[in-house]
């Protein structure tokens, strides 16, 4: 490991500790389809309602 490398864990390592004395979430951790489940879901049924209203619209429902 060079010099350069060794710089970089230890700031990663410095940055690490620091999110967990404020309690904010390690920007490293993966997320999980669990996680993300919800969000594409939602996601979803959002763009498919507004597609039917643009759809009623243009058949002029």
């Known amino acids: 490991m060079t010099g350069q490398d ?5 700031a990663i390592e410095r940055l690490h500790q620091r999110h967990a004395r404020h ?3 390690d920007v490293a951790k993966p997320v999980s ?4 489940l919800p ?3 939602l996601g979803g049924f959002l763009a498919v309602t507004l ?8 058949v002029g429902g």
């Open 23 to 25: 309690g904010l979430a």
């Open 51 to 58: 597609l039917a209203s643009v759809l009623i619209r243009a």
């Open 6 to 10: 060794e710089l970089r864990e230890r």
């Open 33 to 36: 389809w669990e996680d993300q």
């Open 39 to 41: 969000i594409l879901l």
